[in-house]
């Protein structure tokens, strides 16, 4: 067995370990914060094998605003009797999960473990099309960017990005069609009796460490997906890692009662979260009419049009996450 596949090894092992504890954890509290393990696992396992950008799309939304997600459901859901192993195999998984994780932090603090993160092998990764690196170095600088992947996300492969917006937004329809309506109005506006909704956090219900925290973190989390967004031009970010920095933020600052609710029904709240689409969508026909096709960029214009795709596509993906976890949903027909 040789050095470098024994991380990989390892990786692979607390993945299926972490999958495991979260599925048959003795209490929901405990398969949460697996599942949040699960997440983080996995963004390692994206960063070795050099895909940063996903790397860090998986440790904010995957493991970050997912998790937040479930322990908001599972605190909601009525109490019931779960289906567990038993507790010794629990905690063997966990040893063996806390030995795992030491030894993989200690093999990346190694001078060969930071040297396969940051420069891995990728030849083998493009068998199936050899001259895909080529054919993206070729084109790169027509795109209007320097970075690859930006440039195939935002030019070359434009259409999927646009779709994956579209499927954030019917996201959060979904997830507020589904949510629990405080007040249901008989067609006389009778309100029926039902069951109040939880009261809102306010600052004095909150732990004042967290306020601290929150005060202190929240504009570190600005700055950073402010720095992603205009770092994804060249290396890796972009709008999706900002936008989930940016909901992150507002998430802290909700949660220790800094920022008042985020109403579904609030004018501004809406428009912010089409947006990202709608701006995509109009560059779309703008370059349709105007241009060679749709979304086929003037190369002349072709770093303004992404940059403001971006920018607005990062402000619509922060309202739409930030509205799926701290959301206030009310009864719009009264």
């Not at 027509?142 to 019917?170: K, P």
């Not at 109005?185 to 967290?210: C, E, F, K, N, V």
């Not at 109009?282 to 009419?289: E, F, G, H, N, Y």
Request: no cysteine.
């Amino acid at each position: 067995m040789t050095s470098s596949l024994l991380p990989d090894l390892v990786l692979s092992a607390l993945l299926l370990v972490m999958a495991w504890g979260a599925m048959y954890a003795p209490a929901r509290a405990s398969a949460m914060s697996l599942f949040i393990a699960f997440g983080v696992v996995m963004a390692l396992i994206w960063a070795r094998l050099g895909a940063p950008d996903l790397a860090l799309a998986e440790a904010a939304i995957g493991a970050g605003l997912t998790g937040t997600l479930l322990i908001q459901a599972a605190s909601r859901a009525p109490s019931q009797q779960q289906t567990t192993l038993p507790m010794t195999s629990f905690v063997v998984a966990l040893v063996f999960v806390a030995a795992a994780s030491l030894w993989f932090l200690a093999y990346l603090m190694s001078a060969e473990g930071y040297s396969l993160i940051v420069e891995p092998d990728l030849a083998s990764d493009y068998r199936m099309v050899p001259d895909l690196p080529q054919r993206v170095a070729e084109t790169l600088p027509d795109s209007g960017v320097s970075y690859s992947v930006t440039a195939v996300l935002l030019n070359f492969r434009s259409w999927d990005t646009l779709l994956e917006l579209m499927v954030l937004l019917l996201a959060l329809i979904g997830v507020r069609q589904l949510a629990p309506t405080p007040t249901i109005y008989r067609t006389d506006r009778q309100a029926l009796p039902t069951t109040p909704p939880a009261a809102p956090p306010t600052s004095a219900d909150t732990w004042p460490l967290l306020r601290v925290w929150a005060k202190m973190l929240a504009p570190a989390l600005l700055i950073t997906g402010s720095y992603l967004l205009w770092r994804g031009a060249e290396a890796p970010g972009g709008a999706f890692q900002a936008g989930a920095l940016l909901a992150a933020a507002a998430v802290m600052l909700r949660l220790a009662g800094l920022i008042p609710p985020l109403r579904w029904s609030r004018l501004w709240l809406r428009l912010a979260i089409l947006a990202g689409g709608l701006s995509f969508f109009s560059v779309a026909v703008l370059t349709a009419v105007a241009g060679d096709g749709w979304l086929h960029y003037p190369q002349a214009l072709a770093k303004s049009l992404i940059l403001f795709i971006e920018i607005v596509a990062t402000l619509s993906i922060a309202v739409t996450l930030g509205l799926l976890v701290i959301g206030e949903r009310e009864d719009l027909r009264r």
